[in-house]
Nanobody
Framework: QVQLVESGGGLVQAGGSLRLSCAAS????????MGWFRQAPGKEREFVAA????????QYRDSVKGRFTISREKYKNTMYLQMNSLKSEDTAVYYC??????????????????WGKGTLVTVSS
């Protein structure tokens, strides 16, 4: 059974840092693009960051550029999101996802092959 499991969420003060992890199991994701999405209370899910299967290309939503860094360890089937200078508006449930198409990952997330169940990040101001 394929699983994506997020961890690393929690409560942090504004200006602080967190590192999210996404561990994949059940198959190898070395040929899959992966990404992070988030959904704040009362809002729609939004794209946060994506990385190609080789790790050579990344993309971010404008509001997190310069603060968040996505990375992956292919042979460990693990992806990370380092989040620095956190703001209250970063509060959301963060989901990792995977698809064999980078174009799908950087879109709305519609039709993604695999999703995790999410980890809650709360930033207090």
């Amino acid at each position: 059974q394929v699983q994506l499991v997020e961890s690393g969420g929690g409560l942090v003060q504004a200006g602080g840092s967190l590192r999210l992890s996404c561990a994949a199991s059940g198959r190898t994701f070395s040929q899959y693009a992966m990404g992070w999405f988030r959904q704040a209370p009362g809002k729609e899910r939004e794209f946060v960051a994506a990385i190609t299967w080789g790790g050579g290309t990344t993309q971010y939503r404008d509001s997190v550029k310069g603060r968040f860094t996505i990375s992956r360890e292919k042979y460990k089937n693990t992806m990370y999101l380092q989040m620095n200078s956190l703001k209250s508006e970063d509060t959301a449930v963060y989901y990792c996802a995977a698809d064999d198409s980078f174009a799908v990952v950087i879109g709305s997330g519609q039709g993604m092959d695999y999703w995790g169940k999410g980890t809650l990040v709360t930033v207090s101001s």
